[in-house]
Protein backbone atom coordinates (compact mmCIF):
# COMPACT_ATOMS: atom_id res chain seq x y z
CA UNK A 1 0.00 0.00 0.00
CA UNK A 2 1.47 3.22 -0.99
CA UNK A 3 1.85 5.17 1.74
CA UNK A 4 3.36 8.11 4.08
CA UNK A 5 4.61 7.07 7.31
CA UNK A 6 5.76 9.43 10.22
CA UNK A 7 6.37 8.81 14.34
CA UNK A 8 5.33 9.33 16.77
CA UNK A 9 1.84 10.26 16.28
CA UNK A 10 1.99 12.37 19.78
CA UNK A 11 5.12 13.70 21.31
CA UNK A 12 5.00 15.34 24.54
CA UNK A 13 8.22 17.77 25.27
CA UNK A 14 9.85 20.09 27.19
CA UNK A 15 11.52 23.23 26.21
CA UNK A 16 15.18 22.64 24.42
CA UNK A 17 15.23 18.77 24.39
CA UNK A 18 16.22 17.69 21.15
CA UNK A 19 13.62 15.77 19.04
CA UNK A 20 13.48 13.97 16.22
CA UNK A 21 10.18 13.57 13.90
CA UNK A 22 10.24 10.82 11.38
CA UNK A 23 9.03 10.13 8.08
CA UNK A 24 9.17 7.23 5.54
CA UNK A 25 7.77 7.04 2.38
CA UNK A 26 7.55 3.76 -0.20
CA UNK A 27 6.57 5.56 -3.29
CA UNK A 28 9.74 6.25 -4.54
CA UNK A 29 8.95 9.72 -4.86
CA UNK A 30 11.53 12.12 -5.48
CA UNK A 31 9.80 15.37 -3.69
CA UNK A 32 9.23 15.23 0.39
CA UNK A 33 8.05 18.32 2.22
CA UNK A 34 7.08 18.95 6.21
CA UNK A 35 4.09 21.08 6.88
CA UNK A 36 2.98 22.25 9.91
CA UNK A 37 -0.99 23.12 10.74
CA UNK A 38 -1.95 26.05 13.17
CA UNK A 39 -5.34 27.18 13.92
CA UNK A 40 -6.37 30.01 11.83
CA UNK A 41 -3.30 29.31 9.58
CA UNK A 42 -3.69 26.67 7.35
CA UNK A 43 -0.39 24.47 6.52
CA UNK A 44 2.13 26.28 6.21
CA UNK A 45 5.44 24.73 4.60
CA UNK A 46 8.60 24.57 6.64
CA UNK A 47 11.31 22.37 4.40
CA UNK A 48 11.33 20.64 1.32
CA UNK A 49 14.09 18.16 -0.74
CA UNK A 50 14.04 17.59 -4.14
CA UNK A 51 15.63 14.81 -4.38
CA UNK A 52 18.43 13.07 -2.18
CA UNK A 53 21.05 15.54 -0.10
CA UNK A 54 18.91 18.40 -1.55
CA UNK A 55 16.88 20.60 0.99
CA UNK A 56 15.20 24.03 1.10
CA UNK A 57 13.81 25.95 3.33
CA UNK A 58 10.04 26.73 2.71
CA UNK A 59 7.76 29.66 4.28
CA UNK A 60 8.83 29.10 7.75
CA UNK A 61 11.69 27.15 8.59
CA UNK A 62 13.14 28.85 11.89
CA UNK A 63 13.94 26.43 14.50
CA UNK A 64 14.03 23.14 12.23
CA UNK A 65 16.47 20.78 10.79
CA UNK A 66 15.64 18.53 8.31
CA UNK A 67 18.16 15.64 6.02
CA UNK A 68 17.53 13.17 3.15
CA UNK A 69 20.29 11.08 3.19
CA UNK A 70 18.14 8.33 1.45
CA UNK A 71 14.90 8.51 -0.78
CA UNK A 72 12.38 7.26 1.01
CA UNK A 73 13.32 9.01 4.59
CA UNK A 74 12.95 13.13 5.46
CA UNK A 75 13.55 13.77 9.41
CA UNK A 76 12.49 16.45 10.82
CA UNK A 77 15.10 17.49 14.00
CA UNK A 78 13.89 20.21 16.53
CA UNK A 79 17.10 20.77 18.13
CA UNK A 80 16.04 23.43 20.98
CA UNK A 81 12.24 23.14 20.74
CA UNK A 82 10.24 26.17 22.50
CA UNK A 83 6.39 26.57 23.47
CA UNK A 84 6.02 28.45 19.79
CA UNK A 85 6.41 25.37 17.57
CA UNK A 86 4.03 23.20 19.65
CA UNK A 87 1.65 22.24 16.50
CA UNK A 88 0.74 19.14 14.06
CA UNK A 89 2.91 18.32 11.54
CA UNK A 90 2.47 16.96 8.51
CA UNK A 91 4.89 14.99 6.25
CA UNK A 92 4.47 14.75 2.72
CA UNK A 93 5.19 13.55 -1.02
CA UNK A 94 4.46 13.10 -4.27
CA UNK A 95 5.50 11.99 -7.63
CA UNK A 96 5.50 14.48 -10.69
CA UNK A 97 5.59 18.19 -9.64
CA UNK A 98 1.54 18.93 -10.21
CA UNK A 99 0.66 15.54 -8.83
CA UNK A 100 -1.19 15.25 -5.18
CA UNK A 101 0.31 15.29 -2.32
CA UNK A 102 0.55 12.36 -0.27
CA UNK A 103 0.43 13.19 3.69
CA UNK A 104 1.17 11.22 6.73
CA UNK A 105 -0.87 11.00 9.55
CA UNK A 106 0.46 13.73 11.35
CA UNK A 107 2.56 14.38 14.50
CA UNK A 108 0.94 15.80 17.09
CA UNK A 109 3.50 17.87 19.33
CA UNK A 110 3.79 19.49 22.21
CA UNK A 111 6.32 21.70 24.11
CA UNK A 112 6.06 22.62 27.46
CA UNK B 1 2.40 36.24 -4.72
CA UNK B 2 0.00 33.23 -4.61
CA UNK B 3 -2.96 33.38 -2.62
CA UNK B 4 -6.04 30.90 -1.61
CA UNK B 5 -8.83 32.40 0.61
CA UNK B 6 -11.28 30.28 2.63
CA UNK B 7 -13.36 33.11 4.03
CA UNK B 8 -15.80 30.49 5.79
CA UNK B 9 -13.84 29.84 9.18
CA UNK B 10 -16.76 27.36 10.63
CA UNK B 11 -20.53 26.22 9.03
CA UNK B 12 -22.94 24.54 10.76
CA UNK B 13 -25.54 22.74 8.49
CA UNK B 14 -28.10 20.13 9.82
CA UNK B 15 -28.08 16.54 8.09
CA UNK B 16 -29.37 16.37 4.49
CA UNK B 17 -29.02 19.97 3.39
CA UNK B 18 -26.59 21.24 1.06
CA UNK B 19 -23.68 23.43 1.96
CA UNK B 20 -21.47 25.31 -0.42
CA UNK B 21 -18.00 25.86 1.14
CA UNK B 22 -15.88 28.80 -1.07
CA UNK B 23 -12.47 29.07 -2.25
CA UNK B 24 -10.83 31.86 -3.92
CA UNK B 25 -7.07 31.88 -5.38
CA UNK B 26 -5.22 34.84 -6.26
CA UNK B 27 -2.49 34.91 -9.23
CA UNK B 28 -1.35 36.02 -12.00
CA UNK B 29 -0.21 32.67 -13.70
CA UNK B 30 -2.10 31.15 -15.99
CA UNK B 31 -1.29 27.44 -15.84
CA UNK B 32 -1.98 26.30 -11.93
CA UNK B 33 -3.38 23.35 -10.12
CA UNK B 34 -6.10 23.17 -7.54
CA UNK B 35 -6.60 21.13 -4.49
CA UNK B 36 -9.41 20.41 -2.18
CA UNK B 37 -8.69 18.03 0.70
CA UNK B 38 -10.35 16.58 3.92
CA UNK B 39 -9.34 16.49 7.51
CA UNK B 40 -11.83 14.69 9.07
CA UNK B 41 -11.75 14.93 13.59
CA UNK B 42 -9.14 11.96 12.87
CA UNK B 43 -6.82 14.58 11.69
CA UNK B 44 -5.13 12.93 8.83
CA UNK B 45 -5.34 14.80 5.73
CA UNK B 46 -7.63 13.01 3.01
CA UNK B 47 -7.39 14.46 -0.87
CA UNK B 48 -10.23 14.80 -2.69
CA UNK B 49 -9.87 16.54 -6.15
CA UNK B 50 -7.28 18.04 -8.48
CA UNK B 51 -8.32 20.58 -10.63
CA UNK B 52 -5.62 22.31 -13.50
CA UNK B 53 -6.66 25.74 -14.61
CA UNK B 54 -6.87 24.83 -18.74
CA UNK B 55 -10.44 22.64 -17.56
CA UNK B 56 -13.49 24.64 -16.19
CA UNK B 57 -15.83 21.82 -16.60
CA UNK B 58 -17.50 21.18 -13.11
CA UNK B 59 -16.62 17.80 -11.50
CA UNK B 60 -19.25 15.72 -9.60
CA UNK B 61 -18.64 12.66 -7.50
CA UNK B 62 -21.49 11.32 -5.71
CA UNK B 63 -22.39 13.74 -3.19
CA UNK B 64 -19.60 16.11 -3.84
CA UNK B 65 -19.66 18.41 -6.59
CA UNK B 66 -16.67 21.13 -7.77
CA UNK B 67 -17.15 24.87 -9.28
CA UNK B 68 -14.36 26.24 -10.67
CA UNK B 69 -15.00 29.56 -12.27
CA UNK B 70 -12.05 31.16 -14.02
CA UNK B 71 -13.29 34.42 -14.03
CA UNK B 72 -14.09 34.98 -10.16
CA UNK B 73 -10.93 32.99 -9.10
CA UNK B 74 -12.76 30.38 -7.27
CA UNK B 75 -12.93 27.03 -7.17
CA UNK B 76 -16.26 26.17 -4.68
CA UNK B 77 -16.69 22.88 -3.38
CA UNK B 78 -20.72 22.00 -2.33
CA UNK B 79 -21.91 18.72 -0.27
CA UNK B 80 -25.32 17.30 -1.40
CA UNK B 81 -27.39 15.92 1.14
CA UNK B 82 -24.43 16.52 3.60
CA UNK B 83 -24.33 13.54 6.50
CA UNK B 84 -22.64 13.76 9.70
CA UNK B 85 -19.38 11.63 8.27
CA UNK B 86 -18.81 15.14 6.09
CA UNK B 87 -18.10 16.79 9.66
CA UNK B 88 -14.26 18.14 9.15
CA UNK B 89 -11.88 20.73 8.00
CA UNK B 90 -11.96 21.32 4.49
CA UNK B 91 -8.72 22.67 2.95
CA UNK B 92 -7.91 24.74 -0.81
CA UNK B 93 -5.15 24.73 -2.23
CA UNK B 94 -3.27 26.39 -5.16
CA UNK B 95 -0.63 24.80 -6.44
CA UNK B 96 1.61 27.18 -9.12
CA UNK B 97 3.79 26.00 -12.01
CA UNK B 98 7.64 25.49 -10.64
CA UNK B 99 7.01 26.07 -7.34
CA UNK B 100 7.88 23.53 -4.37
CA UNK B 101 4.72 24.39 -2.15
CA UNK B 102 1.55 23.77 -1.70
CA UNK B 103 0.01 27.05 -0.91
CA UNK B 104 -3.20 26.21 1.67
CA UNK B 105 -6.37 28.27 2.67
CA UNK B 106 -6.78 28.45 6.27
CA UNK B 107 -9.55 26.27 6.30
CA UNK B 108 -13.46 25.23 6.58
CA UNK B 109 -14.76 23.51 9.59
CA UNK B 110 -17.82 21.82 8.40
CA UNK B 111 -20.10 20.88 11.08
CA UNK B 112 -23.33 18.53 10.18
CA UNK B 113 -25.69 18.30 13.10
CA UNK B 114 -27.86 15.38 13.31
Redesign the interface.
Known amino acids: EAQVTQNPRYLITVTGKKLTVTCSQNMNHE ?1 M ?1 W ?1 RQDP ?6 IY ?1 S ?1 NVEVT ?1 K ?2 VPEGYKVSRKEKRNFPLILESPSPNQTS ?1 Y ?1 C ?1 SRGR ?7 G ?2 T ?1 LSVL | AQKVTQAQTEISVVEKEDVTLDCVYETRDTTYYLFWYKQPPSGELVFLIRRNSFDEQNEISGRYSWNFQKSTSSFNFTITASQVVDSAVYFCAFYPPGANNLFFGTGTRLTVIP
Do not use: H, I, P
Open positions: YSYGLGLRQYMDGDLFASNEKLFFSGQ
